[in-house]
């Protein structure tokens, strides 16, 4: 056996052997090109190699093909004896080709396309199914329609991995309409191509993320019908499409079914179906599935249990949490940053900090990196349960990480510091937020006008007002209701009132809160025919007035002693489907009490039992 003979046995042992590394394989590559050899090597060593490099975990091992191919583009490599040459192959000029897409290089992928038809070693479909998954992937899909147009005018027929590629790129870039398409071609009688488990499997994951629930169930449906049955995949993708569109009944149903077509569920069907009911609230349908699944044999991984440890603390139930917590734990399975942000969470929400602060910690012993989101639910916490020093400790120990704190951040700080009637901190975060870089938002300008309206500091609240539409930030509802509760305060409703004008011209719609607010200063200044007058505008608006916005003007009235006005607004608002509810029974009897006409008062409370009645008859 002479050298070359040996040398490709080698290669074809080491390739073979799956463990070959990038620099063997170079090694390799050059010694079976050494111009030493009796004649060339084989051009299945060559390309072996090469697949073998491509194959490698290697960071460069797309671009070191890619020069070995140049390198043997540029090389005569003939024999002493013979002087024959190497002659690549289209398996070679595939390889390299794929290496190029996979690199990104899309237009180096056409170069060696180009190459192989000079040098007439042809082209085939996996070679355009590799340009066109890359650009699918670039999201160029008027190109890879292109190239697929192209196709049999180079003697090529595109096949179904071709076709689902180029769906998969459509619905990837939320081009539903021509997946849709595409598919319909393919459906067509006489197609040589029909869609496949994979095929269907494409366009339901595409119509499950565009919310379209009902055209992917018509389509698992027809499945079965046209003869694709559903494999574990497929039937995964629906369910937790099901799930996050929040049809968790529907997808418990799927999910029912899929032993009817020899399904059977894997630890992805568990986790959609598991977090689903969770996201739902139905937290003890959640453990049954979390207990079946168990039975099976699938064994739960992190999403799992950070999934169950969500629900059940968003079901106040954090005993629960953290025993799941210790059982995930004693499984082996150690918690990460969105687990103990979960926990932490929850407690924050209950005001223990004292226990949220125990849980950073044992975060930090575990060399687990806390995420702003660990930080703004601490801040969160201390600014609820009125710790506003503390927060700011915690806000130093972001910024003091490196950690870049967002526009939650500061609003909530913000947020605490005018709860707690400190405006000049207040104003100077804001300062610190704007130098370092993050803008402020409608809601973080609506956190101090608010503030500052409720302490009655209108000309401040205007002064922050004017300076947030000079930043470009166009007012909300909120920032408008707060500036009106100010004015009302000090009784100048009127003005209040004007502003919901302006806020009609510049298309901020007022909302039930709005008019409510308006129609309290009317009340506290004692107009009560101006309030009256309100309320019937507020309805001819489209906005219904609400049981808060009925007791303000039956209050009103009350208190100005005209009860037989607020009986015929109680009566008025029946009219419009609305009960009375304990608060206006209680102004009624209130206002009844210091009335001297026995009688009358006899006859109103029998009215008013009667109503409370049909009240509780409606519950």
Request: hydrophobic share 40%; proline share 3%.
């Amino acid at each position: 056996m002479n050298k070359t003979r040996r040398l490709e046995k080698l290669v074809k042992e080491r390739c073979l052997a799956g463990n070959l590394q990038l620099e063997e394989a170079v090694s390799l590559f050059h010694r079976l090109l050494s111009p030493n050899t009796h004649r060339p090597p084989s051009i299945l060593a060559i390309n072996n190699l090469l697949k073998s490099i491509a194959k490698t975990k290697h960071p460069s091992r797309f671009p070191t093909v890619l020069t070995l191919f140049n390198r043997l583009k540029g090389t005569t490599t003939r024999t002493r004896d013979t002087g024959a040459s190497l002659s690549l192959t289209i398996h070679t000029f595939g390889l390299v080709l794929d290496c190029c897409c996979l690199m990104g290089r899309v237009d180096l992928g056409f170069c060696v396309l180009g190459q192989s038809l000079r040098e007439g070693c042809g082209v085939n479909a996996i070679m355009f199914g590799s340009l066109i998954r890359e650009l699918c992937t670039q999201k160029q899909m008027q190109n890879a329609a292109k190239v697929l147009a192209k196709m049999p005018l180079l003697g090529c027929a595109p096949d179904l991995v071709i076709y689902n590629t180029l769906m998969d790129g459509y619905c990837r870039k939320g081009n539903i309409r021509m997946g849709l398409e595409l598919f319909r071609l393919m459906s067509k009688e006489g197609s040589c191509f029909k869609p496949n488990v994979v095929t269907y499997s494409i366009l339901i994951h595409g119509l499950c993320k565009k919310g379209k629930i009902a055209v992917a169930m018509k389509m698992y449906e027809e499945m079965a019908a046209k003869g694709v049955i559903p494999n574990v995949n497929c039937s995964s993708i629906l369910i937790d499409g099901l799930c996050k569109n929040g049809d968790v009944v529907a997808a418990r149903k799927v999910f029912e079914q899929m032993p009817s077509f020899g399904v059977v569920a894997n630890l992805y069907t568990y986790n959609s179906l598991i977090n689903g009911l969770c996201k739902n609230g139905d937290v003890i349908a959640a453990q049954q599935v979390f207990e079946e699944m168990s039975v099976h044999g699938i064994v739960a991984d992190l999403y799992t249990y950070n999934s169950l440890i969500d629900g059940l603390c968003s079901h106040g139930d954090t005993n629960s949490a953290f025993r799941m917590f210790d059982k995930m734990v004693a499984e082996g399975l150690g918690p990460n940053v969105v687990t103990y942000n979960i926990l932490t969470h929850s407690l924050c929400s209950q005001g223990n900090m004292n226990c949220a602060l125990k849980m950073f910690e044992e975060m930090i012993a575990k060399r687990l990196v806390p995420d702003v989101y660990t930080y703004n639910d601490l801040i969160l916490g201390f600014c609820n349960v009125g710790d506003i020093d503390k927060a700011f400790v915690v806000y130093e120990k972001v910024v003091n990480s490196g950690l870049h704190a967002n526009v939650y951040t500061y609003t909530t700080l913000l947020k605490g510091c005018c709860k707690e009637g400190d405006f000049l901190r207040a104003s100077e975060l804001l300062q610190e937020m704007i130098r370092r870089g993050v803008a402020p938002d409608v809601h973080t300008y609506n956190c101090l006008i608010h503030g500052l309206s409720v302490i009655g500091e209108w000309n401040c609240a205007i002064r922050v007002f004017r300076e947030m539409v000079n930043q470009g930030i166009s007012p909300n509802v909120v920032t408008f209701n707060a500036l009106m509760k100010s004015l009302c305060k000090h009784r100048q409703t009127c003005e209040a009132e004007k502003l919901v004008g302006i806020m009609e011209d510049i298309g901020v719609e007022p909302n039930v809160i709005t008019y409510t607010i308006v129609l309290q200063g009317y009340v506290l200044e004692s107009h009560l025919d101006k309030a009256t007058e309100l309320l019937e505008r507020m309805a001819s608006k489209g906005i219904e007035p609400d049981q808060h916005s009925y007791s303000i003007l039956i209050n009103g009235y009350c208190k100005n002693g005209r009860i037989n006005e607020a009986l015929r607004m109680v009566d008025k608002m029946m009219h419009h489907g609305l009960q009375p509810n304990e608060v206006i029974f209680d102004i009624l009897l209130n206002a009844l009490s210091n009335c001297k006409n026995l009688d009358e008062v006899k006859q109103v409370i029998s009215e008013i039992g009667d109503r409370r009645n049909h009240l509780e008859g409606k519950k």
